[in-house]
């Protein structure tokens, strides 16, 4: 079966870049999205199709995905973009995959 | 404003089965597709099925672990999707998100989708 793959944390000071990996095999070949989701609260949408924002979604966010690897940059993180992070893509075999999160920590 | 808004958990023992509802609002129903996602207590999201709309064939396709126990399903004409869970077991355990999904082709013509809208979420506990 198909697995996407992230690290477990991340750690960024308020105002720098905050990148998070997703790794699969030849998931440059496949379409990413990337979920936003904080304590007690359901997912949200800030990426998809790769690198297309959903209206709503500061231009801070940003997506890039090529080889084995997709890329979600956040650009002047801030502390409300404290929360996990999840990938999402498709697969032929298991359709659906998530990745397993990222918790995103902005201090 | 689009809006989802699922009922119907609670606890049930294992082998036991549930209903979930998720009535939507804000949007054409009938044209949307819907999955279904959760997450387990402390766990990750977990995809577990989608129904296209009726005008696409209404067809479903579920996650290899709830395949043949679960079955999604749609009422237009009351804006609302269910999920019939049958057979549970403990490792169903989890918050149940109702989701809209937007679905596109890829460069082969197959097509994909992911989840924009999603609900609250109902909390299913599978215990003894």
């Known amino acids: 079966s198909y697995e996407l793959t992230q690290p477990p944390s991340v750690s960024v000071s308020p105002g720098q870049t905050a990148s998070i990996t997703c790794s699969g095999n030849k998931l440059g070949d496949k379409y990413v999205s990337w979920y936003q989701q904080k304590p007690g609260q359901s997912p949200v949408l800030v990426i998809y199709?790769?690198?297309k924002r959903p209206s709503g979604i500061p231009e801070r966010f940003s997506g890039a995905n090529s080889g084995n690897t997709a890329t979600l940059t956040i650009s002047g993180t801030q502390t409300m973009d404290e929360a996990d992070y999840y990938c999402?893509?498709?697969?032929?075999?298991?359709?659906?995959?998530f990745g397993g999160g990222t918790k995103l920590t902005v201090l | 404003e689009v809006q989802l808004v699922e009922s119907g958990g609670g606890l049930v023992k294992p082998g036991g089965s549930l209903r979930l509802s998720c009535a939507a609002s804000?949007?054409?129903?009938?044209?949307?597709?819907m999955g279904w996602v959760r997450q387990a207590p402390g766990k990750g999201l977990e995809w577990v099925g989608l129904?296209?709309?009726?005008?696409?064939?209404?067809?479903?396709d579920y996650a290899a672990p709830v395949k043949g126990r679960f079955t999604i399903s749609r009422d237009n004409s009351k804006n609302t999707l269910y999920l019939q869970m049958n057979s549970l077991k403990t490792e169903d355990t989890a918050v149940y998100y109702c989701?809209?999904?937007?679905?596109?082709?890829?460069?082969?013509?197959?097509?994909?989708?992911?989840?924009?809208?999603w609900g609250q979420g109902t909390l299913v506990t599978v215990s003894s």
């Open positions: 989701t809209t999904a937007p679905y596109f082709y890829d460069s082969s013509d197959y097509y994909r989708y992911y989840f924009d809208y």
């Open positions: 999402q893509a498709w697969d032929s075999s298991t359709a659906v995959v």
């Open positions: 804000g949007f054409t129903f009938s044209n949307a597709w």
């Open positions: 199709q790769d690198t």
């Open positions: 129904i296209k709309s009726k005008t696409d064939g209404g067809t479903t």
